[in-house]
């Protein structure tokens, strides 16, 4: 299958063999309950996997052949960041060797100001747009930036860093740069982990639900780090806004998905609450 046919019958797969029967019978809360998605073939929502890297381990032949196996749409990312796409001539030749295959393509800036280099007319060729919020410049009281994936992120005042991070989210949400998905959301360092509950508050919740709403960006539900949690998913979902999946894999993680599944299940998410990627072209 080519990508033009993928892109056409994508939204049929999903719309029919994926979601179009009924569950059986209403799923019940048991401490069994991941078992039970894991085992569970058929969703009341369109399994997708749109954050997947290619790697060393990963080629863009393994993803599809990935997608194939599991009968999983997949959307392709390439971080616009210095180790990634930083001029036109990478982010076209990106969207070439994409392009030939059965997969969305999606791209994910770093830091806000990033297409202001970039050609609009490329951007568009993108399916979709995703960030994350996870490089928060003067992040602690030394003036750092903090990558918050690494162990090695150094906080010094937890509310301190929240302000400053909450700031950060809101300037990616409140933009006037192209987004479609808000990725990793709630993700805390290694540091502040233990903390998450009491420094996600439900005024901070609201104010990024409040934010995405207005710009109209959907919220991805990520596998590996499990964020955000169940409450967080609720109320984005009063508010109307849709979802993705993303496993954020390079590897043979890509299409697990038991985090994304178990939560939405969970928040009884349907197919109307998910956001479907659009051909651009
Ligand atoms: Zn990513």
Not at 2 to 30: D, H, W, Y
Not at 92 to 108: F, H, S, T
Request: proline content about 5%; hydrophobic content about 40%; aromatic content about 10%.
């Amino acid at each position: 299958m080519n990508r033009k046919v993928f892109l056409q019958t994508s939204g049929c797969l999903l719309a029919g063999t994926i979601f179009g029967k009924k569950p059986e019978r209403e799923m019940i809360f048991s401490d069994n309950f991941i078992n039970e998605v894991r085992a569970c073939t058929e969703y009341n929502f369109p399994v997708m996997d749109l954050h997947v890297h290619r790697s060393k381990q990963l080629t863009i032949e393994a993803i599809v052949a990935k997608s194939k196996e599991l009968d999983m749409p997949i959307g392709v990312m390439e971080n616009i960041a210095s180790w990634g796409i930083t001029n036109n001539t990478q982010l076209k030749d990106y969207i070439d060797a994409i392009k030939p295959y059965p997969v969305y393509i999606g791209l994910q800036p770093m830091s806000p100001g990033w297409s202001k280099n970039l050609s609009s007319e490329l951007i568009e060729q993108a399916d979709y747009i995703a960030m994350d919020p996870q490089i928060v410049e003067n992040g602690n009281g030394y003036g750092e930036t903090i990558n918050l994936w690494e162990y090695s992120s150094y906080i010094d005042d937890a509310e301190a860093f929240m302000e400053r991070n909450m700031q950060h989210y809101l300037n990616i949400l409140t933009g006037d740069e192209p987004l479609d998905i808000f990725a990793c959301p709630l993700f805390l360092p290694c540091c502040l982990q233990r903390e998450y509950n009491a420094l996600w508050t439900k005024k901070r919740l609201q104010q990024i639900i409040d934010a995405a709403k207005e710009k109209g960006v959907a919220i991805e539900i990520n596998d590996i780090v499990r964020v955000p949690h169940e409450e967080f998913i609720i109320m984005a979902k009063r508010a109307g806004l849709k979802f993705t999946f993303g496993s954020d894999g390079r590897n043979h993680l890509v299409g697990r998905l038991d985090y994304c599944k178990y939560v939405a299940k969970k928040c009884r998410l349907t197919e109307k609450d998910f956001f479907i990627p659009r051909s651009r072209r």
